[in-house]
């Protein structure tokens, strides 16, 4: 959600001391950082991060089918901006549902990484897994420090990654519906950031990655654009305090490495993939399509990155082509940052309404996935506003399943009350994350667990489908 008030009040607050140079704890000059993995088709993208200081000059990575034998090797490439090098390399030609092992290689004065593992996606017959899914994150750094925290939404960042690791075995791989770090948040708090010694939005853009590691190099983590994505800050009176370049999403498509290339998409903005019995397509709910709500002219002033018709374009080709192969893919699930349904009136996205809504009922979308809301929400299937309100309602459902899980933690802490509206199936206000069980291909299991209480179940549904 956009915080634009707030921040008047913290203005005054803010120091010049927080806008040194220097390098954040967390990102070393001697190793690889950052360690993180996302699908490519038929294959997998290792990226890691290295210090700018640091003399590593190429990207490659070593892997094979045994730890003790890493008898093959790739090479990529690198991007840099400010004090850091985004390092990715592409894993092409990898055999379904296998677990590789994989080292980053050493290069210049920047040693190895250690052994890691991964599963490539399985086949569509062999396609049963388990997606987590969350939304609407923030830096565990930045998170503790919020002066006046309003309720446990505030304070459970921490709780959320440690109840990931727990989950971190019986999943196949994460899905995080935008709203990361939120670093643009830094001037909401007057603090000490010399513990992240330069700038506090980088700092924190880093910290979250370096958090991550531990989920996201073993299991891919495939993100999302949010609003909180965009830039430095969503208030541009003090664009000026703002390291360059930290406007139209720059630090979040270097930052990350989603198959848009592969997808025919648009690099991490929209894109699609295929895993097991499932064909997902991620839309882009801040810009790049009419009346966008990030868009040019907006308070954050993001893309067009084409035009505000291609990513529309893109996403009919792509759901086109995946509804004329469902009897080997039969779901077809979208995820995007912003609900077009919500009891959250603020929230409610019209203009993604308008613009998307009706490609996925034209192509009989089963899901979408939204955050944005800070709350989990359910809503009764429906299709342009119509719902089908009764207990048994997602047996063969009659409209697409909304889902809104913006509830991992975040330093604006949770939604205010709101009652719920009339297609509003469940509303919880404590922190949580979802899994989605695809268990063939006309049934699945949804499952939202409290990340301050482990294991505890806040909402579950079964989803039966014909398709
Ligand atoms: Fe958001």
Not at 131 to 159: F, N
Not at 377 to 383: L, T
Request: net charge neutral.
């Amino acid at each position: 959600m956009n915080m634009i008030i707030l921040v008047l009040l913290s203005l005054p607050l803010i120091v010049s001391g927080l806008f040194g140079t220097s390098l954040s704890v967390c990102v070393k000059d001697n190793q690889p950082t950052q360690i993180r993995l996302a699908f490519i088709p038929n294959g997998m993208t290792v990226s890691w991060t290295t210090s700018s200081n640091a003399n590593s000059p190429t990207s490659v990575v070593k892997y094979g089918l045994s730890k003790t034998n890493l008898n093959k090797q790739a090479s990529g490439y690198v991007t840099t901006y400010g004090t850091s090098n985004f390092h990715n390399v592409l894993l092409k030609g990898l055999t379904p549902n296998t677990i590789y092992y994989y080292q980053i290689a050493a290069s210049g004065t920047v040693g190895t990484s250690g052994k890691y593992s991964f599963k490539t996606a399985p086949e569509p017959s062999n396609g049963q897994f388990t997606v987590t899914i969350l939304g609407d994150w923030g830096s565990t750094q930045i998170v503790p420090l919020i002066k006046t925290p309003k309720g446990p939404m505030c304070t459970c960042s921490g709780d959320t990654l440690k109840a990931l690791k727990k989950k971190l075995s019986s999943t196949d791989f994460f899905w995080h519906l935008g709203d990361a770090a939120y670093a643009d948040d830094f001037y909401l708090n007057n603090h000490d950031f010399s513990s992240l010694l330069h700038h506090p939005y980088e700092g924190l853009l880093d910290n979250f990655q370096c958090t991550l590691q531990p989920l996201s190099s073993t299991k891919s983590y495939m993100i999302l654009p949010g609003n909180h994505e965009v830039k430095c800050n969503e208030i541009p009176i003090i664009d000026d305090h703002c390291p360059k370049p930290t406007t139209n999403f720059s630090t979040f498509l270097d930052r990350y490495r989603m198959p848009g290339i592969e997808s025919g998409g648009f690099s991490n903005l929209w894109y699609s993939f295929d895993y097991g019995l499932v064909h997902f397509a991620i839309i882009n709910t801040e810009t790049d399509f009419p009346s966008s709500p990030s868009g040019p002219g907006t308070s954050l002033d993001g893309g067009n990155f084409i035009s505000n018709t291609a990513q529309l374009k893109w996403l009919e080709n792509d759901l086109k082509k995946a509804n004329n192969r469902r009897a080997q893919i039969p779901w077809i699930i979208v995820g995007g940052h912003r609900p077009f349904y919500s009891s959250s009136p603020d929230s409610i996205c019209e203009a993604c309404k308008t613009a998307f809504e009706p490609i996925l009922i034209k192509y009989k979308v089963d899901m979408y996935f939204s955050g944005h809301a800070h709350w989990y929400e359910r809503i009764y299937p429906i299709k342009n506003g119509k719902f089908n309100k009764n207990s048994n309602s997602y047996t063969h459902p009659t409209g697409i399943i909304h889902l809104t899980t913006g509830a991992a933690g975040n330093p604006e802490c949770s939604e205010s009350q709101h009652s719920p509206a009339s297609y509003s199936a469940n509303i919880s206000y404590q922190c949580s994350f979802g899994q989605l069980r695809i268990n063939s291909r006309t049934n699945a299991k949804w499952t939202v667990f409290d990340t301050t209480a482990s294991n505890k179940i806040i909402d579950e549904i079964n989803i039966n489908i014909k398709h």
